[in-house]
């Protein structure tokens, strides 16, 4: 077997071998954004900010909330930061957690937990922290993981995969709050992907169908599913799940999590005001310790960490393209998408969901709605897809045609129209083919 350092640094290398960014996290290319501000000096002070005062992190949460009502907004703001109630109470949780691999589960005992409690003090330190997170830190137990694992014919069904190296990133064993070895999950299981063996950190993992694993479980234990949760299940399909714990019905694809540090909203009907790193880690403090059914918080050393690491991640190289293509294919973007494409990603401020016209139940929903929608990074669009927010079409060709608009087109999700962004599905073929190119080539 490899050395599990030299696995890591190899891994680390996948996911960046396109360029080599010369500061961990790569300097920024949108013009709205000051050079100062996203400096590593700065990001170190800010660190400081948001681990040490209170304050700051219940200011960057309040700007950070793009709709105070929906659910999500409403949790965070009742709980959150608030000194002496709420969830600042609750203790942090430093787990112990190893990856799980082919090799007999040996003892947890004698194991240091994720973080040695020292404060990073480079933003490198940072980003290698947080990728020990990404990995190990568990979400919490999952029975339904555990079960899969069992089942090797189950797992490759669900997308749950191995590494050349034996092992299954996003499943981790760890020591629970109660003392007892649990399987669990982490953000590895929805947010990596695999390649002949090999990991592409931060594409999504298209083939996890979250919604069948769970059923399989109920199915073969015979443990109680409410019928219309299990109903729901059965339609998200691989790449996709229902994040959100209330009864609308909005199923979201997950994305890949490509130029997060130039996209102004996060999350797909844009949630979250991306006003600066402490709003993505406050996103990832209140998801993993909600994720835990509020019982601990994660230390928020470990919350930072995260968002250093997901400014970090790189999409592999693209296909260079045939030149003058790319030319006529520029062109077109910049005269028809760039208002609502423009940022360095490729994404760009909210649209209002009658705007686009696609499925608005996502963003018209209790749970995370703002009643718009984000225009997603395109960066490495070309092998994304499924496409938009709920992953109803499933190539680039079928989101610029009309033949998706008739009642009788199949989709991603059966036979039924899919309606909305309509921008470039009245062009002439080689002006689509153009753009096609130049998108494939982003
Ligand atoms: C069960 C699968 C799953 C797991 C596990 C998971 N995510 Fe996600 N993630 C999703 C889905 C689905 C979305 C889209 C949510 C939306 O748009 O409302 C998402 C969205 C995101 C986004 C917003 C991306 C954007 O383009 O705005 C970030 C950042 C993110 N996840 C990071 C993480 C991190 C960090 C973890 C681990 C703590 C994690 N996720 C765990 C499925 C998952
Ligand atoms: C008025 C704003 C607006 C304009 C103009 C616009 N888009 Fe979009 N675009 C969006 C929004 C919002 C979404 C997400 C919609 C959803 O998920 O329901 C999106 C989604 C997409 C996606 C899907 C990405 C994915 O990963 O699912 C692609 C590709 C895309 N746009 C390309 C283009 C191109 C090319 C043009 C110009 C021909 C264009 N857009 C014009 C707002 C716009």
Redesign the pocket.
């Known amino acids: 077997m490899i050395p599990r350092s030299i696995t890591l640094a190899m891994v680390l290398l996948l996911g960046c071998r396109d360029r080599q960014p010369t500061s961990a996290i790569a300097a920024p290319a949108s013009p709205d954004i000051h050079v100062d501000t996203w400096g590593d000096h700065w990001l170190l002070e800010e660190a400081n900010r948001y681990l040490d005062d209170p304050a700051h992190r219940r200011r960057s949460l309040n700007a950070s909330l793009t709709q105070h009502d929906n659910s999500y907004s409403r949790q965070r703001l009742d709980h959150y930061a608030l000194g002496a109630t709420g969830w600042d109470l609750l203790p942090a949780w430093n787990p112990v957690s190893v990856p799980i691999t082919d090799a007999p589960a040996t003892s947890l005992e004698g194991v240091a937990p994720l973080w040695d409690g020292r404060r990073p003090d480079s933003i490198a330190a940072w980003v290698e922290l947080g990728r020990a997170v990404f990995f190990r830190y568990p979400l919490r137990e999952e029975s339904y993981l555990e079960h899969a694992l069992a089942r090797p014919a189950l797992a490759r069904a669900v997308g749950i995969a191995q590494t050349s190296d034996g092992s299954y990133p996003g499943a981790v064993r760890f020591r629970d709050i109660d003392g007892g070895t649990k399987i669990g999950l982490t953000c590895a299981l929805c947010h990596t992907d695999l390649e002949g063996g090999a990991l592409v950190v931060g594409r999504a993992r298209r083939s996890f169908d979250y919604g069948r694993m769970r059923l399989a479980y109920h199915a073969d234990t015979g443990a109680p599913v409410d019928a219309e949760l299990a109903r729901r299940m059965a339609t998200w399909g691989p790449g996709r799940a229902d994040v959100t714990e209330d009864r609308d019905e909005d199923p979201v694809?997950i994305p890949d999590l490509w130029g997060l540090r130039d996209q102004q909203y996060l999350t797909?009907a844009g949630t979250i005001r991306h006003t600066g790193p402490a709003a993505l880690a406050i996103r990832q403090e209140t998801q993993l310790l909600n994720s835990n059914h509020e019982r601990v918080r994660p230390p928020r050393e470990l919350a930072w960490a995260l968002a250093m690491y997901l400014y970090s991640l790189r999409a592999p190289a693209r296909p260079a393209g045939v030149p003058s293509l790319l030319a006529r294919g520029e062109s077109?973007?910049n005269e028809?998408?760039v208002?609502?494409?423009g940022n360095a990603a490729g994404g760009g401020p909210l649209?209002t969901a009658a705007?686009?016209g696609?499925?608005p139940a996502l963003a018209t929903g209790h749970g995370r709605g703002t009643g718009r929608?984000?225009?997603?990074s395109?960066i490495a669009?070309g092998t994304?897809?499924p496409?938009?927010?709920?992953g109803s079409l499933a190539t680039?060709e079928d989101?610029f045609s009309t033949e998706r608009l008739a009642p009788t087109y199949r989709g991603v999700h059966g036979v039924r129209a899919v309606p909305?962004?309509l921008?470039?599905t009245d062009w002439s073929a080689p002006d689509r083919t153009a753009?096609l190119a130049w998108?494939r080539a982003r």
């Open positions: 694809a797909q077109l973007f028809h998408c208002e609502c494409h649209v705007r686009v696609t499925d929608y984000r225009p997603p395109l669009v994304a897809g496409f938009l927010h709920d680039l989101l909305g962004h921008w470039g753009m998108l």
